[in-house]
């Protein structure tokens, strides 16, 4: 009998061990998909801008120079150059006529302007002077994306030397079935070259730990960190920041004060990491979030 006793206590013992670990595996299975802090306190700005009347419908951001930031707004083919220290725009870059203008990107030495259909412009820019109706060497860019797009973010991405466009609401071309999934493109600036890279994915957005959007996320601007290489997918539509690596995986997605920011459409870093976040409004407002 004393054999049979040990043999018994030993198996009851294998199975109380086995039991909750199969249970833990079931509950490690179901539960949601990690969600990383975003380094910045998005909550508490370090600085906050109001911006003149004519960014009251600021669109787009860039770094341009120490102190200086290039912004664009939604209706005027007009490149601003706000300057952080006095707190007022010092330049204007006119490159054309009227028309839905969503992103700018200065980048070695030339401004880079999107329009909501996916054409760019560019020009290399001479702070200080002001010519009208002509004079400034504008180049025009035609994307060729399939179909008609709403492409809302630009940002740059020195590692491929690219241009990243951030579709808001892709043509069912090339979105087939009219899905709510954003794919984001890369413009090759020495090649000339257009090709579909990462997809922000709604399902995974809405897989994620922490609050979930309650209505899909449309990019509204797109910035790559200086110093991690993450992109950081701003959305005024789902009114939150999303993080993602240059492979599509997201790493974070933290809403955003609707009182901060009320329509959030510009983004872009200093190259120490300090982000910038433009918000639409009454008052066009710039806010600035120190890394922690």
């Known amino acids: 009998m004393l054999p049979y006793t040990f043999?018994?206590?030993f198996l009851v013992s294998l199975l109380s061990a086995c039991g909750p670990q199969k249970k833990k595996t079931e509950s490690a299975e179901a539960s949601s998909l990690p969600n990383e802090a975003v380094p910045?306190?998005?909550?508490?700005p370090t600085e906050r801008y109001t911006l003149p009347k004519e960014l009251r419908e600021v669109s787009g951001l860039s770094y341009y120079k120490p102190g200086k930031l290039a912004m664009i707004q939604d209706e005027l083919a007009v490149v601003f150059i706000y300057d952080l220290t006095r707190k007022r725009v010092t330049d204007e870059h006119v490159f054309g006529g009227k028309g839905d203008y969503e992103g700018v990107e200065f980048v070695d030495g030339t401004l880079y302007m999107?329009?909501?259909d996916g054409e760019l412009y560019h020009f290399k820019p001479t702070d200080g002077v002001k010519i009208l109706g002509g004079g400034v060497d504008i180049h025009h860019i035609k994307i060729e994306l399939a179909g008609k797009n709403?492409?809302?973010?630009?940002g740059y991405d020195p590692k491929l030397n690219a241009l990243l466009l951030a579709t808001k609401d892709p043509s069912a071309k090339i979105q087939p079935g009219g899905g709510n999934d954003k794919p984001i493109y890369f413009y090759d600036l020495k090649r000339a070259t257009l090709w579909r890279?990462?997809?922000?994915r709604q399902a995974v957005?809405?897989?994620?730990e922490g609050d979930k959007p309650t209505e899909p996320v449309k990019p509204s601007g797109i910035a790559v960190h200086p110093k991690t290489g993450d992109y950081y997918v701003l959305a005024a539509n789902?009114?939150?920041l999303v993080v993602m690596d240059r492979n599509g995986k997201i790493r974070s997605s933290a809403a955003l004060d609707r009182a901060l920011l009320p329509q959030p459409e510009g983004i872009c870093f200093a190259p120490d990491g300090t982000l910038y976040i433009a918000s639409e409004g009454k008052k066009?407002?710039?806010l600035q979030f120190n890394s922690r």
């Not at 910045?40 to 508490?44: C, M, P, S």
């Not at 890279?197 to 922000?200: A, E, T």
């Not at 957005?205 to 994620?208: G, N, R």
């Open 197 to 200: 890279g990462p997809v922000l």
């Open 40 to 44: 910045y306190d998005l909550a508490n």
């Open 284 to 286: 066009g407002v710039l």
């Open 114 to 116: 999107l329009r909501s």
């Open 238 to 240: 789902g009114h939150r």
């Open 7 to 9: 043999l018994m206590l």
């Open 205 to 208: 957005l809405a897989d994620m």
């Open 150 to 154: 709403d492409v809302e973010g630009l």
